[in-house]
């Protein structure tokens, strides 16, 4: 280092810093690998966060997508539901089943262990055993085709009122009356409800509707059974099985089943008003 400083001493500073550079050529070279190792240090550092930032966006990015994802299979799902529960077009309410004396003493009688929809009286031998023979004859068929053979079963029985039956102006007969008396509308609905539950049919897929008909101006009742994404209608007026939507003449004031009580409120379009356009001077 003498040598050095003796140097600069008699050659100036540029030539001994020169002469240091040639006589020491590690040190300089070391310090600029350590500033060269700070700045790829600094380098990765930052590209490390970049990725974490990116590797988190992503995230956010596929669980923003899976909820949507998610939340339009919910929407559609609840459209869809929406969509078979509007019966006859209308809004429903639903709620426990209350003041409904007529329907809870059938339900009351047609609790399980009560004998229900069996027919095991000595004296119903011939329609047990017609029964028997449909319920064969439509085993492994199609909902739809099931629906049919039981509205067309039933629609045999001759209508009664249940003045003469029973006395009074509005009755609701259990299954094992029905076979043995007939009965109105509602008494068609209730026999064809159980004789459905007797073939597989659930609860929740059916209906017993207390309608106003609008072309005779009365009150009527028919059996609601939902197959797929519709609403077929067993109506003791026709064999025929139709979807609801082809009833426009029905309007329900509620409907029951064993566990549930739905008011309907139809349903109205709201009138859309459109400004006048104005026709242009030409």
């Not at 007939?182 to 539950?197: F, N, R």
Request: net charge positive.
């Amino acid at each position: 280092m003498m040598t050095i400083f003796r140097a600069a001493q008699f050659s100036g500073l540029v030539p001994a810093l020169l002469l240091v550079l040639f006589l020491f050529p590690g040190s300089a070279t070391a310090s600029e690998q350590q500033k060269d190792g700070a700045e790829k240090k600094s380098v990765s550092n930052v590209q490390d966060q970049l990725d974490k930032i990116l590797n988190k966006s992503k995230s956010f990015q596929k669980t923003k997508v899976t909820k949507k994802s998610k939340d339009s299979q919910k929407n559609k799902k609840r459209f869809q539901q929406g969509k078979k529960t509007k019966l006859f077009g209308t809004a429903e309410f639903k709620g426990k089943i209350t003041k409904l004396p007529k329907w809870s003493r059938v339900l009351k009688a047609m609790a399980p262990g009560k004998g229900g929809f069996t027919l095991q009286s000595s004296k119903y031998l011939q329609k047990r055993a017609d029964w028997k023979k449909l319920k064969t004859d439509i085993s492994g068929k199609p909902e739809l085709e099931k629906l049919k053979a039981v509205n067309k079963y039933f629609n045999q029985w001759p209508y009664r009122l249940d003045k003469v039956n029973y006395g009074i102006a509005d009755y609701w007969a259990r299954p094992i009356e029905f076979f043995s008396k007939s009965g109105d509308c509602e008494d068609y609905s209730i026999a064809k409800y159980y004789a459905l539950k007797d073939l597989g049919f659930t609860m929740d897929k059916l209906r017993i509707v207390a309608v106003k008909d609008k072309i005779r101006g009365i009150g009527h009742a028919v059996l609601a059974a939902y197959v797929g994404d519709d609403v077929f209608i067993l109506d003791n007026q026709t064999i025929l099985v139709l979807s609801h939507s082809r009833y426009r003449h029905y309007v329900p004031q509620y409907s029951v089943n064993e566990k549930y009580r739905w008011y309907h409120v139809p349903q109205t379009k709201k009138t859309v008003y459109k400004k006048p356009v104005k026709n242009k001077k030409q």
